[in-house]
């Protein structure tokens, strides 16, 4: 089983509409999550840490859940330039390196 | 701020020539990171680096792979010698605690 599982997509949505993201998690022990994003041949980046109590980040809305252990990205109001792969990513317990997921690719269509 | 760099951007080799790909971390950052990215594998974790100690290994696909890092402000992977599934992106990533800054990668074409 893979460390970090996400739906590949794609993901075609109009502007302005809001669209959800999730990817599970194998070990339980996982302790710190991130999403990333990653622009068409170019490095991936940090979008935004996943923290137990959910956070939001303007558009950006990222929940964990460690009963199920799944981890949800949300943007609302969804912009021509979000569109781009959105990778989660987890640390997995004990060491200091991430597991990627896959990838979740979005296009927002004008 | 210099972000991580890694040189050169894009390399087109022959079939059994060495390849050496170069990374300089952000300063103060003591983990460094190398990865591999295909569009049938994703992102790939060949290995890591802290403290200029290699880590982790168990990514690096064969013995043709190897990665050094002789001091805190500089890491090569060498791919000797090259075929053509070792065609990818090859990026670099630094950090200091979980979070990884990356380099812009170095594409990589083995003909």
């Known amino acids: 089983r893979k460390e970090v599982e996400q739906d590949p997509g794609p993901f075609n949505v109009p502007e302005g509409a809001t669209v959800a993201f999730n990817c599970t998690y194998s070990n339980s022990a996982s302790q710190s999550f991130f999403w990333y994003r990653q622009d068409c041949r170019k490095e991936p980046k940090l979008l935004m840490s996943v923290y137990s109590s959910g956070n939001e980040d303007g558009r950006f809305t990222a929940q964990l859940n460690r009963a199920s252990q799944y981890i949800s990205l949300l943007i609302r109001d969804s912009k021509l330039s979000d569109s781009a792969t959105y990778l989660c990513?987890?640390?997995?317990?004990?060491?200091?390196?991430?597991?990627f997921g896959t990838g979740t690719r979005l296009t927002v269509i004008p | 701020d210099a972000g991580v760099i890694q040189s050169p951007r894009h390399e087109v080799t022959e079939m059994g020539q060495e390849v050496t790909l170069r990374c300089k971390p952000i300063s103060g950052h003591d983990y460094l990171f190398w990865y591999r990215q295909t569009m049938m594998r994703g992102l790939e974790l060949l290995i890591y680096?802290?403290?200029?100690?290699?880590?982790?290994d168990s990514g690096m696909p064969e013995d043709r792979f190897s990665a050094k890092m002789p001091n805190a402000s500089f890491s090569t992977l060498k791919i000797q010698p090259s075929e053509p599934r070792d065609s990818a992106v090859y990026f670099c990533a630094s950090s200091s605690v979980y979070e990884q800054y990356f380099g812009p990668g170095t594409r990589l074409t083995v003909t």
């Open positions: 680096f802290n403290n200029n100690v290699p880590i982790d």
């Open positions: 990513v987890v640390n997995p317990p004990g060491a200091n390196n991430l597991f």
